[in-house]
Protein backbone atom coordinates (compact mmCIF):
# COMPACT_ATOMS: atom_id res chain seq x y z
CA UNK A 1 0.00 0.00 0.00
CA UNK A 2 1.66 3.49 -1.25
CA UNK A 3 2.75 5.27 2.31
CA UNK A 4 0.11 8.08 1.67
CA UNK A 5 -2.21 6.08 1.48
CA UNK A 6 -1.80 4.30 4.42
CA UNK A 7 -1.35 7.60 6.47
CA UNK A 8 -4.51 8.93 4.75
CA UNK A 9 -6.40 5.68 5.97
CA UNK A 10 -5.04 5.91 9.81
CA UNK A 11 -6.37 9.02 9.64
CA UNK A 12 -9.51 7.87 9.28
CA UNK A 13 -9.28 5.76 12.19
CA UNK A 14 -9.86 2.19 9.45
CA UNK A 15 -8.55 -1.05 11.08
CA UNK A 16 -5.59 -1.62 8.42
CA UNK A 17 -4.97 -5.00 9.29
CA UNK A 18 -8.41 -6.00 8.23
CA UNK A 19 -9.19 -3.86 5.43
CA UNK A 20 -5.81 -3.13 3.63
CA UNK A 21 -6.65 -4.95 0.71
CA UNK A 22 -10.40 -3.14 0.43
CA UNK A 23 -8.68 0.31 1.68
CA UNK A 24 -5.99 0.38 -0.96
CA UNK A 25 -8.56 -0.45 -3.49
CA UNK A 26 -10.99 2.00 -2.34
CA UNK A 27 -8.09 4.86 -2.56
CA UNK A 28 -6.93 4.07 -5.93
CA UNK A 29 -10.77 4.28 -7.10
CA UNK A 30 -10.82 7.63 -5.70
CA UNK A 31 -7.20 9.04 -7.46
CA UNK A 32 -8.52 7.22 -10.68
CA UNK A 33 -11.53 9.24 -10.42
CA UNK A 34 -9.59 12.58 -9.92
CA UNK A 35 -7.03 12.10 -12.54
CA UNK A 36 -10.24 10.97 -14.99
CA UNK A 37 -12.27 14.15 -14.24
CA UNK A 38 -8.72 16.23 -15.49
CA UNK A 39 -8.36 14.64 -18.12
CA UNK A 40 -12.27 14.79 -19.42
CA UNK A 41 -11.40 18.23 -20.14
CA UNK A 42 -12.20 18.86 -23.69
CA UNK A 43 -9.37 19.91 -25.58
CA UNK A 44 -11.17 21.66 -28.35
CA UNK A 45 -12.55 23.95 -25.84
CA UNK A 46 -11.50 27.55 -27.19
CA UNK A 47 -11.73 28.42 -23.23
CA UNK A 48 -8.48 26.60 -22.73
CA UNK A 49 -5.56 27.49 -24.05
CA UNK A 50 -2.68 25.00 -24.28
CA UNK A 51 -0.34 25.87 -20.92
CA UNK A 52 -3.55 25.10 -18.87
CA UNK A 53 -4.00 22.06 -20.28
CA UNK A 54 -0.56 20.96 -20.12
CA UNK A 55 -0.69 22.15 -16.54
CA UNK A 56 -3.58 20.14 -16.74
CA UNK A 57 -2.02 17.36 -17.45
CA UNK A 58 0.79 18.13 -15.06
CA UNK A 59 -1.48 17.42 -12.27
CA UNK A 60 -2.42 14.38 -13.57
CA UNK A 61 0.93 13.09 -13.24
CA UNK A 62 1.74 14.17 -9.84
CA UNK A 63 -1.63 12.60 -8.34
CA UNK A 64 -0.50 9.61 -9.90
CA UNK A 65 3.06 10.19 -8.52
CA UNK A 66 2.06 11.15 -5.29
CA UNK A 67 -0.23 8.50 -4.76
CA UNK A 68 1.36 5.46 -6.62
CA UNK A 69 -1.34 4.69 -8.94
CA UNK A 70 -1.32 3.81 -12.37
Known amino acids: ?12 EL ?13 ELIVAECMALCKSMDETDTRYRYDYRRGVLDCVDTIKEHFGVE
Open 15 to 27: NLELQSLKVEKFA
Open 1 to 12: MNERIRELAEQA
